[in-house]
């Protein structure tokens, strides 16, 4: 199946680290990725790995994945407020269309 | 570069009617692809067209259907308005694999009454 899970809420005092966890069962996987979608806009790409990478870092965001566990995490360093939003992972298949299958996003609240 | 303009921001339409609604990708983006998002039911992709041509389509009724003319602009249509119909309908262009990500336009909320 191309089930994509998040758990749908994360709350974090500013200034600590955010970890936000995505669990997919396809192992078929090619790209994931970690969109960000703020109140009332649409979805902006923050950052994609190859199912090939274990880790990628991008200034505070770095993502791990687990291949073995089918496990994909983002870690945001020194969270800010402007950073709560709603993040989404998803995932295209190999040989499929790249259309990216979604999960149903983690409600990011960061309070001072 | 300029982003991807979706066109109302905001539609009321009443049960039973059509809506249409327009989407202008990215210049020289040629892959468009129309999302369907709620609450209850999160993202649902709908269709996806590539040089005028439905490439992909999702579990949708035939009330839903789009299409892109030659200068990638895209259009999807709805027919019929259910009330379960209103949504954030977001509008994502991406290079001819798409494989590096999407990029998402600011939606369209229709509210059907």
């Known amino acids: 199946g191309e089930d994509v899970e998040q758990s749908l809420f994360l709350s974090v005092r500013e200034g600590d680290s955010s970890v936000i966890n995505c669990t997919y069962t396809d192992s078929s996987s090619t790209y994931l990725y970690w969109y960000k979608q703020e109140p009332g806009a649409g979805l902006q790409l923050l950052t994609y790995?190859?199912?090939?990478?274990d880790m990628k870092q991008d200034q505070r965001l770095t993502v791990l994945l687990n291949k073995k566990d089918k496990h994909l995490s983002l870690r945001i360093a020194d969270t800010q407020t402007g950073d709560s939003a709603i993040y989404f992972c998803?995932?295209?298949?190999?040989?499929?269309?790249?259309?990216?299958?979604f999960g149903r996003g983690t409600s990011l609240i960061v309070h001072p | 570069k300029a982003g991807v303009t979706q066109t109302p921001r905001y539609l009321i339409k009443t049960r039973g009617q059509q809506v249409t609604l327009s989407c202008s990708p990215i210049?020289?983006?040629?892959?468009v692809s129309w999302y369907q998002q709620t609450p209850g039911q999160g993202l649902q992709f709908l269709f996806e067209?590539?040089?005028?041509?439905?490439?992909n389509k999702g579990n949708f009724p035939g009330r839903f259907s789009g299409r892109q003319f030659s200068n990638s602009r895209s259009e999807m249509n709805v027919s019929t308005l259910e009330l379960g119909d209103s949504a954030l309908y977001l509008c994502?262009?991406?290079?001819?694999?798409?494989?590096?990500?999407?990029?998402f336009g600011s939606g369209t909320r229709l509210t059907v009454v």
């Open positions: 067209y590539f040089s005028e041509t439905q490439r």
């Open positions: 790995i190859f199912s090939n990478m």
């Open positions: 998803a995932e295209t298949l190999s040989g499929g269309s790249y259309i990216p299958t």
């Open positions: 210049s020289g983006h040629r892959s």
């Open positions: 994502a262009s991406g290079n001819s694999g798409g494989n590096y990500g999407y990029t």
